[in-house]
């Protein structure tokens, strides 16, 4: 389970230092539909709050309301 965690943290990360296009931990984060560990939503949930974060006052935002809001929304629903 940490494993799949570290993977969530190194690809987010690995695109924080441009490293990664933002589609890889994005798609990462959409398998987590069928994650049944707590770990790996937890280490998304507070990428994606971080993304949210660093995003809401950009021309970025809308588009991650598009595509990281829903993820969110799915990982806070399925950790509580």
């Not at 994606?48 to 588009?63: H, I, V």
């Amino acid at each position: 389970m940490t494993d799949r965690a570290s993977l969530i943290n190194d690809a987010f990360s690995l695109s924080e230092s441009g490293h990664l296009d933002y589609h890889v931990p994005l798609s990462m984060v959409q398998y987590l539909r069928r994650e049944t560990g707590l770990v790996p939503w937890q280490a998304a949930a507070t990428k994606l709050a971080q993304m949210e974060s660093l995003l809401r006052s950009t021309d970025a935002y809308p588009m991650y309301r598009k595509v990281g809001k829903p993820s969110k929304q799915s990982v806070s629903t399925k950790i509580r």
